[in-house]
């Protein structure tokens, strides 16, 4: 954000929920977000929040990612398939270093919540306060098949 004077995030998987992997709704994830925005203190006029579904054809999805957006002059990605496609577009790229990734891994905050450990100094304040709202680790807990209560 102190780069740009806009940044559009994109919600991916967009269909995805109540899996291992995404266990949160679009939705839901929109509201994390904010949540972890504002916590910065960063304008919601600042940046656009856009869910994009997954396609079939990779060959295609920069351009089916175009479609969901406000023109942009930049993208910023680490994932590879997400680097070589838009490049592959012709859209510059940048890709950002790694944050403290051994301790800021979703898959790894997935799992302690799964095994009912302290995640919550992992996450952003108000984001631990949502999640426990809608019971999000529960949900997780759930689907996996670890849930105590059954
Ligand atoms: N600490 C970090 N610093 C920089 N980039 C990060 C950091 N954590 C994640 N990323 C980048 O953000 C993207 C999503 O990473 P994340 O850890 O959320 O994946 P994930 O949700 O665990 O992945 P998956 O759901 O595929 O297991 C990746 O492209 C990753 O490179
Ligand atoms: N064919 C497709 O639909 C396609 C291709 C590349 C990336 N994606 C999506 O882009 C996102 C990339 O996420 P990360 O940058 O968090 O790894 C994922 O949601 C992934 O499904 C979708």
Redesign the pocket.
């Known amino acids: 954000m102190q780069r740009a004077d806009q940044v559009i995030v994109l919600i991916g998987s967009s269909q995805e929920s109540h899996t291992l992997?995404?266990p949160f709704t679009a939705g839901e994830r929109i509201e994390m977000i904010r949540y972890a925005l504002d916590e910065e203190g960063i304008e919601p006029s600042r940046y656009f929040l856009i869910p994009v579904p997954d396609i079939m054809m990779n060959s295609v999805w920069a351009y089916h990612v175009k479609t969901y957006v406000p023109s942009f002059d930049v993208v910023v990605?680490?994932?590879p398939l997400?680097i070589r496609l838009f490049k592959e577009a012709n859209v510059e790229v940048v890709e950002?270093?790694?944050?403290?990734?051994e301790?800021?891994?979703?898959?790894v905050i997935r799992k302690m919540m799964i095994n009912g450990e302290d995640w919550g100094k992992l996450v952003p304040k108000s984001v631990y306060n949502y999640i426990k709202s809608i019971k999000g680790d529960d949900r997780l807990r759930e689907i996996v098949g670890t849930d105590k209560k059954r």
């Open positions: 992997s995404n990605a680490r994932n997400v950002p270093p790694m944050f403290y990734r301790k800021y891994n979703s898959t």
